[in-house]
């Protein structure tokens, strides 16, 4: 029999807990979504590979975002097996961020394979349909990432909690989607202009990743659970404070991150101009030579391996990748310090305190 969450003691580790509730979570998920194409695709020919496509695409991912809610409602409440399921269906709503932001970087690779949009391109494509095999394969995505959307509410909704239990998680619910679709947009304004402020981009950062990644889904469930507001505060704090983190780590994984790692090309970050942390931050401390160089690097028409090569020497000249290390390891050590005296339970402190590190760790 596989092992459970419910399994493990705090004497096993933290860690091992964590892997067990991340197949718990991917179990969840890969048998909602194959049950949902198999009913809204089985023997139809425009969901030939929707049956394929959209289960692989969901599977893979490091299920963040269930689990931060996890621990929130395990600051409250019993282990329960309907919470899991509830909580499980926040990595579909990541999947629908993911598809659609595919589409509008227009990026290939998702985790060092072909994202939705490519793949459908691809099938129409090879079929020899009318029209653009681009444009079909964009609007495919963009109709799975819709599908994903749905999909998270109906796990959370069908999860086994009470009714009462789930109204108190949906106006946090709400405002996490909110606050992602929002997020994007700011996002997408900041990659439109010439060269955001540092200001602009971490206040974008904040509420589109931060938020969403760790501070939202702690709180939705912590409200799930019932948990008072000393302990929502704590937990919110804490999860303001390592997203950023997260999403700083983020930034210099993809300007310096290896691609077996990170599944995506080097620099690609760069290759998509996008408005990063690590950019602002980079133009913010450099010199004027060397702010010069930069901004004429920035501009050239088209971002070849040798601009790459040269933009992240640059980055690294400026001193902003190792200021963004420190400012990693201060927002984790300030976010630790948060929940220290909120009482949480002990398990969930130490399981606190291993998420930080797993959701900031340096891979490259």
């Not at 970050?269 to 030579?289: C, F, Y």
């Not at 992240?312 to 310090?337: H, Y």
């Not at 220290?340 to 399981?351: F, K, Q, S, V, W």
Request: aromatic share 6%; net charge negative.
């Amino acid at each position: 029999m596989a092992t459970t969450t419910a399994d493990l003691t705090p004497a096993t580790g933290r860690s091992d807990w964590l892997t067990a509730l991340g197949g718990e979570l991917a179990g969840h998920v890969d048998e909602f979504v194959a049950a949902r194409c198999a009913e809204q695709f089985g023997g139809r020919g425009e969901g030939a590979l929707a049956v394929t496509a959209l289960p692989e695409f969901v599977r893979g991912g490091k299920f963040l975002r269930p689990m931060f809610a996890y621990v929130g409602w395990c600051c409250g409440a019993p282990e329960d097996a309907a919470a899991v399921r509830a909580v499980a269906g926040l990595e579909l709503l990541h999947c629908f961020a993911l598809a659609q932001d595919d589409v509008m970087d227009a990026s290939e690779l998702r985790r060092g394979k072909p994202a939705l949009h490519t793949q459908f391109a691809r099938w129409h494509r090879e079929r020899g349909w009318r029209g653009s095999s681009d444009r079909f394969g964009q609007s495919a995505a963009i109709l799975s990432g819709d599908l994903f959307l749905v999909w998270s509410e109906q796990m959370l909704r069908e999860s086994g909690l009470p009714a009462a239990t789930l109204a108190r998680g949906w106006p946090h619910y709400d405002a996490m989607r909110s606050e992602l679709a929002t997020g994007q947009l700011a996002d997408l304004v900041n990659d439109a202009r010439i060269r955001p402020s540092w200001e602009s981009v971490l206040d974008v950062l904040r509420r589109k990743s931060g938020n969403y990644t760790v501070r939202r889904p702690l709180e939705l469930g912590a409200a799930l659970a019932g948990c008072d507001s000393r302990v929502s505060r704590a937990l919110g704090e804490y999860g303001g404070l390592v997203g950023e983190a997260f999403q700083f780590r983020d930034d210099v994984l993809g300007v310096f991150g290896d691609p077996a790692v990170t599944g995506k090309p080097t620099g690609q970050d760069l290759r998509d101009r996008k408005a990063s942390s690590v950019v602002a931050l980079a133009i913010t401390m450099a010199d004027a030579t060397l702010r010069r160089e930069l901004r004429r690097l920035l501009d050239r028409d088209a971002v070849d391996d040798e601009t790459v090569a040269a933009l992240r020497d640059a980055i690294m000249a400026s001193g902003a990748p190792d200021q963004l290390e420190k400012l990693i390891d201060s927002q984790v050590r300030r976010a630790l310090d948060a929940i220290d005296g909120a009482n949480l339970p002990a398990r969930m402190t130490e399981t606190l305190a291993a998420l930080a590190a797993r959701s900031t760790e340096r891979v490259q």
